[in-house]
C-alpha cells in the first residue's frame, strides 16, 4: 500500500517561509514522479510544482521564483521549500506521485497525501 505523509504546513506572516515534507512509503521512491498542489476553501485543486525522478522540475506562474522544490531519494522525501509567502498561497498543499510522467493535471497522479494546511496573514 502506498502512503504519502505531508507535514510542515502552519500559519506564517505574509513574506515569511515554511518547508513542507512529504514522506512516501509502499514504492520504490525512485521511480516516481512527484507534484505538489494545492486547493484552498471553494476552489478547484491547483498545480504548484512537478519533480521528476530525473529531477526535472516545473513550476506554476504563481510561485516561480518563490518556491523550490527537491527530493531526497535516499529519505523517500519531497520538499517544497515556500519562501516569500502571501495571503493568497493560503491553501490545504498536498503532494502526489505519478508512476508515469507528471503533468500539470491533478487526476493523472496515482497516489495522494491527505494534505498540510498553510496559511499566511497579511
Known amino acids: 500500500q502506498v502512503q504519502l505523509v505531508e507535514s510542515g504546513g502552519g500559519l506564517v506572516q505574509a513574506g515569511g517561509s515554511l518547508r513542507l515534507s512529504c514522506v512516501v512509503s509502499?514504492?520504490?521512491?525512485?521511480?516516481?514522479?512527484m507534484g505538489w498542489f494545492r486547493q484552498a476553501p471553494g476552489k478547484e485543486r491547483e498545480f504548484v510544482a512537478i519533480?521528476?525522478?530525473?529531477?526535472?522540475?516545473v513550476y506554476a506562474d504563481v510561485v516561480k521564483g518563490r518556491f523550490t522544490i527537491s527530493r531526497d531519494n535516499a529519505k523517500n522525501t519531497v520538499y517544497l521549500q515556500m519562501n516569500s509567502l502571501k495571503p493568497e498561497d493560503t491553501a490545504v498543499y498536498f503532494c502526489?506521485?505519478?508512476?508515469?510522467?507528471?503533468?500539470?493535471?491533478?487526476?493523472?497522479?496515482?497516489?495522494w497525501g491527505q494534505g498540510t494546511q498553510v496559511t499566511v496573514s497579511s
Open positions: 502526489a506521485a505519478d508512476r508515469g510522467i507528471a503533468t500539470r493535471t491533478a487526476a493523472a497522479y496515482d497516489y
Open positions: 519533480i521528476s525522478r530525473g529531477n526535472r522540475v
Open positions: 509502499g514504492r520504490t521512491f525512485s521511480e516516481l514522479d
